[in-house]
Nanobody, 119 residues
């Protein structure tokens, strides 16, 4: 059974930093894209950043220059380094993996980790 486990969330003051980690277990297939999404209270889930198996990255405009995504699709791990955090970054952050198998394309989600930015 495939599982994604996030860690690294918590409470941080504005301007601070956090590093989120996501470790995948189980047989996922060939990973094509790994990413992070977030959902704030009362809002829809939104893309934060993605990284392809080839290492290409994509960021939402609101995190460019502040967040960095990295990953290892062989080890099924993806990270999100978050710097210069703002109160509006407060949300539950979810790890996402898209993988190709002989049965087709699958998308996996983690349970989420809470990030709270507050003084």
């Amino acid at each position: 059974q495939v599982q994604l486990a996030e860690s690294g969330g918590g409470l941080v003051q504005p301007g601070g930093s956090l590093r989120l980690s996501c470790l995948g277990s189980g047989s996922m297939g060939r990973i094509s894209v790994m990413g992070w999404y977030r959902q704030a209270p009362g809002k829809q889930r939104e893309l934060v950043a993605t990284i392809t198996g080839g290492g290409s990255t994509n960021y939402a405009d609101f995190v460019k220059g502040r967040f960095t995504i990295s990953g290892d699709n062989v080890k099924n791990t993806v990270y999100l380094q978050m710097n210069s955090l703002k109160p509006e970054d407060t949300a539950v952050y979810y790890c996402n993996v898209v993988a190709e198998t002989v049965r087709g394309q699958y998308m996996y989600w983690g349970q989420g980790t809470q990030v709270t930015v507050s003084s």
